[in-house]
């Protein structure tokens, strides 16, 4: 989560949804930006909570992007599997500290080994993964005031630049894009006990954004 006081704007970073892409952007437009520290969740915390910590942001320009749940679900997987094949490299020391230092990675690898255990445990131990993407977007009886969608990013966040009135940004850059998560890679990966779970956790994006399987 990033915010510009000069803009008055507020980014709310929803887990696999581009938001790293959408931090590059605006600290590249808005020399200002700064990450919204103390908050539970860290950089992936909820507007309510930023909003509860510091009141005045509540009123800034928010913004955030969802994703077709199934699609995100397959490419959260898949990133953490591939930072925990790099950490087993000796020379990746890197990628090594942030699994050491994250739980999450920590416990999807140590307990959740395949994408069905993920689907079908995963949300049982970690809330991240039964928490619809709406509920990051919200505060008391207000919701953000703009939405994108990864299936559309460049054009959504090209809205909300416009809004903003910085003007037209390119190439959009796709920073930490999983390998693998093509738009429609995931489908083969589910059973159908698989799609129904994904369903029932997320059923309020599905019925919000009129996404299917």
Not at 27 to 41: A, H, K, N, S
Request: aromatic share 12%.
């Amino acid at each position: 989560m990033i915010a510009s006081d000069s803009a008055r704007v507020l980014f709310v970073h929803v887990q696999k949804t581009g938001g790293s892409s959408v931090d590059l952007v605006l600290r590249e437009l808005l020399p200002d930006c700064y990450p919204v520290q103390g908050l539970r969740g860290g950089r992936h915390a909820t507007w309510s909570a930023a909003a509860l910590a510091r009141p005045e942001l509540g009123d800034y320009f928010t913004f955030g992007f969802v994703r077709n749940p199934w699609a995100r679900m397959y490419s959260w997987y898949l990133m953490v599997e591939r930072r925990g094949r790099a950490a087993q490299r000796s020379e990746n020391l890197r990628a090594a500290r942030a699994v050491a230092r994250n739980p999450f990675y920590r416990g999807v690898l140590e307990h959740l080994p395949t994408f069905e255990s993920f689907v079908l445990e995963g949300p049982e131990r970690f809330r991240r993964l039964r928490l619809p993407q709406l509920a990051y977007l919200e505060q008391r009886d207000r919701g953000a005031d703009h939405v994108g969608r990864t299936e559309h990013f460049a054009h959504d966040l090209a809205e909300v630049l416009d809004r903003l009135s910085l003007g037209p940004y390119e190439p959009v850059p796709h920073a930490n894009a999983t390998p693998r998560a093509t738009p429609t890679a995931y489908r083969d990966a589910y059973t159908a006990e698989m799609r129904e779970i994904v369903g029932r956790n997320f059923a309020r994006d599905i019925e919000a954004f009129g996404y299917d399987f």
